[in-house]
């Protein structure tokens, strides 16, 4: 086994399935998306990949690190803002029932206005998980 565990193969998972997550991409809660990307962009270096406003939404990236910003997750401007991690498994249909055959409670998926077909847990600590596929790629 690769030093810390690590194995870039496929990996196989104890249901035997050979399903791989493509990516992760933090997504920040903001109070000023506007603010917010001018920091991101033009003190870090980030560019913006996509942006709407009318949803309180951007993506940005630097490189291959892609990062979300996001006003609708800061609902409750005066408390504590969580973050959420956007995890995007290529089979989000599978992965889906793999976590439910683990033993978790999982709430159906859904299909959002934004085309991602994805459901949302929490983790132990509370921690805030997405879990998605674009729903174009769904079969």
Avoid at 94 to 105: D, F, P, Q, T
Wanted: aromatic share 10%; net charge neutral; with cysteine.
């Amino acid at each position: 086994m690769p030093p810390l565990g690590l194995d870039f193969g496929l990996r196989r998972n104890k249901n035997g399935s050979s399903m791989k997550m493509t990516r992760l991409i933090p997504m920040l809660p903001v109070k000023s998306m506007s603010k917010s990307v001018d920091f991101y962009c033009r003190i870090l270096g980030f560019d913006v990949e996509n942006r709407n406003d009318e949803w309180g939404w951007a993506m940005l990236r630097f490189d291959d690190c892609r990062l979300k910003l996001d006003q609708s997750i800061n609902a409750h401007p005066g408390k504590f803002r969580d973050s959420v991690l956007y995890l995007y498994p290529d089979d989000v249909v599978a992965y889906h029932k793999e976590i439910r055959e683990n033993g978790l409670v999982v709430p159906e998926l859904d299909v959002t206005f934004y085309g991602l077909t994805e459901f949302r847990i929490n983790d132990p600590d509370g921690n805030r998980l997405w879990i998605g596929q674009s729903t174009s790629t769904n079969a």
